[in-house]
């Protein structure tokens, strides 16, 4: 299986300024058929199911905010948010879709 | 806009089995070349990955439950199913049903179903 270990477990950030989350992966998940990282993001807030973010590693989903972007390749990657809303408290986990099992990191708590 | 919706029992006897339904609108569970997941989330605990259907009816298991776990396609009523067997307290989790599409296997998300274990 693919471990996915994020850091940090959480951490608080200033309106308006950067947060950074940090993902790595066991084995890389690169997948050579389409040339990309099989690695997603997705923020949970608490009682709703998570929302997909960032796929294949750097792509913002439609109707994210320009604020999140993702980077990284292989087996390390990173989440930022270049400047924290108060809307963006909540749980981000990172996810590989390389092979399954398709796995999850532990997650990292954003607050204020 | 797909749109999915988890039911199911909210408490399950331990040792019995857990069993949770998926009614998908929106889309057809026939649909291309996507999957039909399960994940589960225990209370402040992370996600974790069940299984999954494809399309055509094949199915892949995550090897910790594969021996107690079964997911299903119900065409006739565009739905997908879950079941787990010889349950414990831990066991007790939300269930999400998620499918996806090309880039993602975790597009949309049922709102989950509260499962407990206990007698």
């Known amino acids: 299986d693919i471990v996915m270990t994020q850091s940090p477990d959480s951490l608080a950030v200033s309106l308006g300024e950067r947060a950074t989350i940090n993902c790595k992966s066991s084995q890389s998940v690169f997948h050579s058929a389409n040339n990309k990282n099989r690695l997603a993001w997705f923020q949970q807030k608490p009682g709703q199911p998570p929302k997909l973010l960032i796929y294949w590693a750097s792509f913002r989903e439609s109707g994210v905010p320009d604020r999140f972007s993702g980077s990284g390749s292989e087996t390390d990657f990173t989440l930022t948010i270049s400047s924290l809303q108060a809307e963006d408290v909540a749980v981000y986990y990172c996810?590989?879709?390389?092979?399954?099992?398709?796995?999850f990191g532990g997650g990292t708590k954003v607050e204020i | 806009q797909v749109q999915l919706q988890e039911s199911g029992p909210g408490l399950v006897k331990p040792s019995q089995t857990l069993s949770l339904t998926c009614i998908v609108s929106?889309?057809?569970?026939?649909?291309?070349?996507?999957?039909w997941s399960w994940l589960r989330q225990p209370a402040g605990k992370g996600l974790e990955w069940i299984g999954r259907?494809?399309?055509?009816?094949?199915?892949d298991y995550n090897a910790s439950l594969k021996s107690r776990v079964a997911i299903s396609v119900d065409r006739s009523n565009n739905q997908i199913s879950l079941r787990l067997t010889s349950v414990t307290a831990a066991d007790t989790a939300v269930y999400y049903c998620?499918?996806?599409?090309?880039?993602?296997?975790?597009?949309?998300w049922g709102q989950g179903a509260l499962v407990t274990v206990s007698s």
């Open positions: 929106g889309d057809s569970v026939s649909r291309g070349t996507y999957y």
């Open positions: 259907v494809h399309s055509t009816g094949s199915t």
């Open positions: 998620s499918t996806g599409n090309y880039y993602t296997d975790f597009l949309y």
């Open positions: 996810q590989q879709y390389c092979t399954t099992p398709l796995t």
